[in-house]
C-alpha cells in the first residue's frame, strides 16, 4: 500500500497551531499524522503585553512592540516549505490551509510546487485575480460584519507596525457581533474558549497581485475546496469565486469540491465531520 500522506495545517489570521488541536485529535483516532504550523510570531513566539492581561491598559496596549512587525508573507512561505521539506522525507504530505493561511498556502505552492502532492483550502483565501486584501472591497464580501473586526482593534497599525486587536474586551455587542461573524452556530461558551486561543497580533502582509495563484506551478498541484456553507467572514459566494477563478486558471486541474455545514470556525470545534473527508482524501478519494 502507498504511504499514507501527512497533514500540514496551516492556520488564519490572529490563530495558532492550538487552533487545530481538536481536528488532530480525530485525525489520529482515524489513524491519520498531522503537524500544525505556527506562522513565525504565532504560538508560544507570540507577543501577548502584560497590558493585554487584567485588568487591561489599553493605553498601554496600543503603543506596546509586537515581534510581529516587519514579518511578511515571504516569511510565512519560508517557514511552511521548511516544515514541508522535513515532513516530506517521511512520504506524501496534503497542505490543508484555513481562512488567510490560505494565502501562505498559495505561495508556498507557488514557490515550491514538489513539496505538495495535494493542497486542501478550507474557506482560505486562494488569490487567482486579485490580491487577498482586494478581494475584501468586492460586492461578495458585502455582507461581512467588517466593522466587528475593526470595533476589536485596540492600536493604530501605523504607530505599531503590526495589526493588533483587544480580544478580551468585556463589550457585550462586540462579543455578540465577533461571535456572529466568526462562530454563530456554538455556543458563547464555545465562542468564548476560541476567542481565548487567539493572539491579539497579526502581521499587516496580505500579499500583493505578485502572490496570487500562478498556473506554472501552484496550477500544477491536485487541489481540493472544502466550502463552509454558514461561514459570515469569507461568505460562500466569494469562496464559489475563489473555486470558478482557480478552475478558469488551470481548467484541466479543476478543484475537487467538497461542502461541510459550518461557520467559520465551527469545523475546527466540532471536526469529525471534516476529519472523515480528510481521510477520503488521504485514501486517494479528493
Not at 16 to 44: C, K, T
Not at 136 to 142: G, R, W
Not at 220 to 228: C, D, G, H
Amino acid at each position: 500500500m502507498p504511504p499514507m500522506p501527512t497533514f500540514v495545517l496551516v492556520h488564519g489570521a490572529f490563530a495558532n497551531s492550538f487552533s487545530f488541536a481538536p481536528l488532530q485529535a480525530e485525525l489520529a483516532l482515524l489513524g491519520l499524522r498531522s503537524l500544525a504550523v505556527d506562522l513565525p510570531g504565532h504560538g508560544f513566539a507570540a507577543t501577548y503585553p502584560g497590558a493585554y492581561q487584567a485588568p487591561q491598559d489599553l493605553a498601554a496596549l496600543a503603543t506596546t512592540p509586537g515581534v510581529l512587525k516587519g514579518v511578511t508573507l515571504a516569511d510565512n512561505a519560508a517557514h511552511v516549505i521548511d516544515v514541508l521539506e522535513r515532513a516530506r522525507e517521511h512520504g506524501p504530505v496534503v497542505l490543508v490551509a484555513h481562512s488567510r493561511g490560505g494565502v501562505t498556502a498559495t505561495a508556498v505552492t507557488n514557490s515550491r510546487p514538489d513539496l505538495v502532492d495535494r493542497l486542501v483550502y478550507v474557506s482560505a483565501w486562494a488569490p487567482v485575480v486579485l490580491d487577498a486584501a482586494a478581494y475584501n472591497a468586492e460586492p461578495e464580501m458585502a455582507s461581512v460584519d467588517a466593522a466587528a473586526l475593526a470595533g476589536a482593534l485596540a492600536a493604530d497599525p501605523a504607530d505599531v507596525g503590526l495589526l493588533r486587536c483587544n480580544f478580551r474586551t468585556a463589550d457585550p455587542q462586540l462579543l455578540a457581533r465577533l461571535k456572529a461573524v466568526f462562530l454563530a452556530d456554538g455556543t458563547d461558551d464555545e465562542f468564548r474558549t476560541f476567542l481565548s486561543t487567539f493572539q491579539p497580533d497579526e502581521n499587516l502582509d496580505p500579499g500583493t497581485a505578485d502572490d496570487v495563484a500562478r498556473a506554472e506551478t501552484w496550477g500544477t498541484v491536485p487541489r481540493t475546496y472544502v466550502r463552509l456553507s454558514e461561514d459570515a467572514s469569507l461568505p460562500l459566494a466569494m469562496q464559489d469565486r475563489l473555486i470558478r477563478e482557480g478552475d478558469a486558471l488551470t481548467p484541466d486541474n479543476p478543484y475537487a469540491v467538497h461542502t461541510l455545514t459550518s461557520s467559520h470556525l465551527g469545523w475546527l470545534v466540532r471536526p469529525r465531520a471534516a476529519a472523515e473527508l480528510l481521510a477520503k482524501v488521504a485514501a486517494g478519494r479528493p
